[in-house]
């Protein structure tokens, strides 16, 4: 039976896509050692911000105002970008414009999820959707970025951009970052490995290994 991990998280954290390289990071490292090792990364969606407009908000406009200022900010940025930097993930922050509303990227997630997709489509997606936001500046809450995002890994753009159209899965998406709530947790990347052991935060991936190796046992 494959460990499931159950990965929480939204597409605007830095620190999550710092957190889904380090995990894959860590399983690939474990499978030198045990080759039949079959993970299955559950995403679940989280809303840094659940008040974001549809239309997103203007990108440094907002972080200022969050967290004090253009030195904070510039100070924060490098921080991060410090911190990824040994896993190979690379952060363009002067070309976001736009802090997007991302219930439309957590409904394609779901949606890919609930039809059954092969975990390896599901992992193009989620690594697109992060390289698009962070490393190339683009709306991740825009349809037709989506849509364009989608057809890359194998989705139709047309039957794609129609369904965004939709408000289908949206209740489901709300509901299940609504459970997290709930749970406690209040902070992402956060990992549930093998519904036995939860770790909060981009931890190393030998950390992430550590703890897929005691929650597997």
């Not at 440094?60 to 970008?81: C, I, M, W």
């Not at 408000?167 to 509901?175: C, I, N, P, T």
């Not at 459970?179 to 770790?199: D, E, H, M, T, Y």
């Amino acid at each position: 039976m494959p460990l499931n991990i159950d990965l929480i998280s939204d597409f605007v954290c830095p620190w999550c896509y710092i957190g889904k390289v380090r995990l894959a990071n860590a399983i690939e490292s474990l499978r030198t050692e045990l080759p039949a090792l079959e993970v299955r990364i559950n995403w679940l969606p989280y809303f840094l911000n659940p008040n974001t407009p549809k239309s997103g908000e203007p990108y440094r406009a907002y972080l200022e105002a969050k967290f004090g200022g253009p030195r904070e900010v510039d100070a924060l940025h490098a921080q991060v970008a410090e911190a990824g930097e040994p896993d190979g993930v690379h952060f363009d922050f002067d070309r976001i414009a736009v802090r997007p509303n991302t219930m439309l990227a957590h409904r394609l997630t779901y949606r890919l999820q609930a039809q059954g997709a092969r975990p390896e489509r599901i992992r193009a997606l989620t690594d697109a959707l992060f390289e698009a936001h962070f490393e190339q500046g683009k709306n991740i809450g825009d349809a037709e970025v989506l849509a364009d995002i989608a057809a890359v890994c194998g989705e139709n753009r047309e039957t794609t951009l129609a369904w965004l159209a939709t408000d289908e899965d949206a209740a489901a998406v709300r509901r299940m970052a609504n459970q997290v709530q709930k749970q406690g947790i209040s902070g992402v990347p956060f990992f549930i490995i093998n519904r036995k052991l939860a770790v909060s935060g981009a931890q190393s991936s030998s950390a992430l290994g550590a703890a897929i190796l005691q929650a597997s046992n």
